[in-house]
């Protein structure tokens, strides 16, 4: 793959610049049926904006290179770049457009994210992609909204960004999906006292939403700990959850805290003496629940082997080829590529409105499976999975329990606002 990449100081701090001009990592083939309303992508000489063809579509990666969410950003751009060669069958190019990729990053901070996304937008960009953070999202949105840009946020979880406004998508999923994939897990929970255990943050609150409104409408009540993201001595709220005496805990817990998070809970007992369900995170998490893994049941929004798709293979090649490693968050960035390319290709290279009209109702092959842009409200219908897992240490790798179709895990439908 050659990329003629260059660093520069920016407005808000260096990034780095992309030119993708030839992607030859991935073996060549047409995208699977549904990928496409246009025919193929680079196969036209002009968009539907009626610019010129040789023009390059700027797309702005806003996402964690840094700080406390950065393996997680580095999932993403792995997937994104493979997801991009997959998509443009090796071309860098979309109806005859280069894509040109400019990456910052946040840090995980607001406010360095909105200040990196004006300057981005001020100099023509007309995509926005990648938000790692929750928090980070829930500014950005606004903005992409108030002017006109399509913004298709990355691994952010929040609830919140479904149906925020019309130019506002994802390309992960949201809490609630991970939560009806728990319920898969809990069984009946009528009459059950369910702990969730979270960071104080957007992500933390929404999944102690989501679990209130899925498992608080079986007949569970639901109650919660939350602890400072800052938080390094978990050992207090491990004893709080204790003390509860739940029949079921819910962890939702994201950043390289985790370790000292499962030390606590195992170490305090909460893994024995009561049911706990958490999400499957990055691979690099599996041996740190040490004897406590054996005792978890696990969500999963994915891990490498999971789907057992065609466009799973091509991701897992595409990243391996170029001496990454697949892992929780590939998917995301590899979705958001096909659905650039789509918006492109079957929207235009120059209009962001025709662009988020061209995703709206979109079906596809994504990495996961089967997936769908609802058009009320933009969530992203998408596969789950449940799994467990096996071995220790070094070892410890998930086993598949149970793939759950994108109509098992469906969230609400929201009115889109303003």
Known sequence: MRIRTSTTPGPSGPHRSRTVTALALLAAGVLLAGCSKAGQAGSSSSDNGGSSASAPVKVGLVYSRSGPLAAYGKQYLDGFDAGLAYATHNTGKVAGHPVQVTEQDDAGDPAKAVAEAKSLIGKGTRILAGTTDSGVALQLAPLAAQNKVLYISGPAATDALTGVNAYTFRSGRQSYQDILTAGSLLGDSKGKKVTVLAQNSAFGQANVAAVKQVLGAQGATVDSVLAPPSASDLT????????????????????????????????????????????????????????????????????????????????????????????????????????????????????????????????????????????????????????????????AKPQLIGRLPMTSVTPPQKAMAG
Not at 242 to 261: I, M
Not at 356 to 364: D, I, V
């Open 236 to 395: 207090p709220f491990a004893q709080q959850v204790k003390s509860k005496k739940p029949d079921l805990v819910f962890v939702a817990w994201a950043g390289a805290s985790a370790p000292a998070l499962w030390t606590a809970l195992d170490q305090q007992g909460v893994v024995t003496s009561t049911k706990v369900v958490t999400g499957l995170a990055g691979v690099a998490s599996y041996p740190l629940f040490g004897k406590a893994g054996a005792k978890v049941s696990f969500l999963a929004h994915y891990f490498p082997g999971a789907a057992g798709t065609p466009v799973e293979k091509a991701m897992l090649d595409g990243i391996t080829a170029k001496g990454g490693t697949p892992d929780l968050f590939s998917p995301d960035g590899f979705t958001a590529a096909q659905m650039i390319v789509h918006a492109i290709e079957a929207g235009s290279a120059t209009d962001p409105t025709a662009m988020a009209k061209a995703l709206e109702g979109w079906s596809f092959q994504g990495p996961k499976g089967d997936e769908q842009v609802r058009a009320a409200d933009h969530a992203l219908l998408q596969p789950m999975f449940t799994a467990k897992l096996t071995g220790g240490g070094a070892a």
